[in-house]
Structures are given as C-alpha cells and as structure tokens.
C-alpha cells in the first residue's frame, strides 16, 4: 500500500482551564490513529460521574480552552459515534461551532436519545474536536439569482 497523503496542519495553543484536566489528558493529545481527523474531548467532572436521564441534555466542561494561530480555521464538535451509536449520547446541536477567537472552555452539551438513564464517567471520552478552514462570505447582493438546472427545488426535488 502506498503512503498515504499527509494533512495540513497548524498550530493550537491549549490551556488546561481545570485542576487534574492535564491529568486527564495525559498522553491522548495525539489522534488515535495516524490518520484520524479528530481528537477526543474527555469529561473533565468535579465528581466521579454523573447521570443523564433519557430526553435529557447536559452540558460537560472539557476541562481545556484551544485557540488555533490562524483566524481561519475554527474547531467543530462532532459526537463520538461510538458513544451515539452504542449509548445514545450525542452532541445536542448536532455540530458544535468553536470559533477562532473564543478562549474559553470548551463545554460539550449532550443529549441523551436512547430510552434508558446513561452515566457518564469522569475522564471518559464524550466528544470530537475537529479543526476545520472557514470561508467568510463577501456578500455580493443582486437582484435575482442566475438560474440552474435545479432552480428553487427543496427537499426530494431532484427525485433521487
């Protein structure tokens, strides 16, 4: 098998925001395969876990604050799927947006689809942390959109 391409990269300054987060972290900084997009958010609790009902949200301190040297590039939240598709905890939102200049905590909200009360423990891994490019838009207002083939059709339009 030939080598596979190699990604950007880009420096992140990451500050430890709670006691014991450094601890946590210890030795997970790196991605869990050599190729892996994202880095795992651990549950960085004051106590030792605690208990999500079914339907129910919680927001988890990550116990880190991240700030990319670029302003292009913000971090994104995806659920673990392992831990959405196995337990049914996922990123409330669906994606969580960190932008380039929020030096704060980052806090994960979950939700809990599945029927049955989960537990969530201290140190567990709970989230993904992917770094992504941003393109603002220079809006450019006109009077009317040029047409294409597709035009204003919505959801199921294209009948594929």
Do not use: K
Request: aromatic share 6%.
């Amino acid at each position: 098998m030939s080598e596979p391409f190699l990604s950007a990269s880009c420096p992140v300054r990451l500050a430890f925001v709670r006691p014991d987060a450094e601890g946590l972290y210890a030795g997970a900084l790196v991605p869990a395969t050599r190729l892996s997009a994202g880095f795992d958010l651990r549950a960085c609790l004051d106590a030792p876990e605690i208990r999500i009902a079914p339907g129910a949200r919680v927001c988890v301190p990550s116990g880190i604050s991240v700030q990319p040297v670029r302003a292009d590039l913000a971090g994104f939240l995806y659920s673990r799927s392992g831990l959405g598709a196995r337990e049914g905890l996922t990123v409330a939102q669906g994606v969580g947006l960190i932008d380039p200049d929020y030096t704060g905590e980052i806090l994960v909200m979950l939700l809990n689809t599945s029927g049955e009360e989960r537990v969530l423990r201290r140190g567990e891994r709970m989230a993904q942390l992917v770094f992504q490019p941003v393109i603002r838009p220079m809006w450019e207002v006109v009077e009317r959109l040029e047409d294409t083939e597709r035009g204003s059709g919505g959801f199921g339009h294209t009948g594929r």
